[in-house]
């Protein structure tokens, strides 16, 4: 077990203990941790619930079914297929949620890459920067943009009309990244690829009980049920589908212990933190002039080295009351900006996670150094649209 363990386990695994040393000394009081870790009960009970009903649904082949038919449409065409690509993720990210695209979408992209003989990176990329960077333009798209909608004071429609122009550009500046470092000819050396053939499904009741799930989940968010039922009772009906015809496939392995331990051990560390000076370093972060570019680059570099929720909630206490314009940056920065580092958002562990799953590799550095690129181009310019036509 200890051998399998992996860098970003060990991390994992040493942020939920130092957070465990912070209450058990004292640091944080039992009462405030226990007020932190009810906060994210719904939390928790999302993850374990969006990721057993993926693993599930990618089990009774939804996946493969989608992918194929995506690969299909493209006719052999890298450029249409790209675009299919961008535009799907763009959507299932704005109207459902960045975590359902990391979740949801990742292994159609991860299925798609073997039926259409292509490399596995483009996809996957595509889905995790468009789950970042498509997430600014409605409050349901991102859990940060939920955060900020008492403190921002707009109706959903309000909060769409500020937030297009930049949400427009997020997206064209990621599909120019993904184009030059990703997506070209020089990168994925064919000039076509191989639409697949239409396969049957091995087991259809699994098939329609997935497709249930899954459809009943994203009811349920348009529906606005809170993230963690919508998510336990759609991994319910396919759990319960399994259980009757294939009872095997329900293994402990399903349960995404790793994601369970960080996100418990950063909602410790980050109260304990913010209790001694915290407050004080984010003020002089932002600076007295709060430029929109600087609080921008706060939340993209908080996010990067603690994760963007508790980066959110971080900066926010330092926001006065009322001042929407900065709050509406500080998504930017905490919505575009988690592009680097591995932990930077949820959607980006699970990402990692599905791609662990998968057995696809994403080489680090690459991972690191164009993320970096499109953070610093994707904020600039995204903030610049935020300014001027807000």
Known sequence: MLRRLGVLDWIRIGLLALGLLFVATGLL???AAAESLAEIGPLLVFLVGIIVLAELTKEAQVFDAIAARMAVLGRGNY??????CTAFASFITIFLNLDTTAVLLTPVM???APRAR???LPLAMTTIWFANTASLLLPVSNLTNLLAMDEIGLSPVEFAARMWAPQLVAILVTMAFLWAFFWRRGERRDLRYTPPVLEPVGDRALFGAASAGCLLFIAALLARVEVGVAAAAAALLVVIAFAVRDRARLTWNLVPWQLLIFVTGLFLVVPTLSRYGLADLMNGLLGADRDPYRTAAVGAGLSNAIN???AYKVVEEVIPPGD???LLALLVGTNVGPVITPWASLATLLWFESCRRHGVRVP???????GAGLAVVGLVTTTWA???FG
């Open 118 to 120: 292509i490399a596995a």
């Open 308 to 310: 963007n929720l508790p």
């Open 29 to 31: 009081p039992l009462s």
């Open 324 to 326: 929407r314009d900065q």
């Open 364 to 370: 680090m550095l690459r991972f690191l150094l164009t």
């Open 386 to 388: 935020l300014v001027t």
């Open 110 to 112: 991860l299925a798609l």
């Open 79 to 84: 450029v249409a297929l790209f675009v299919l």
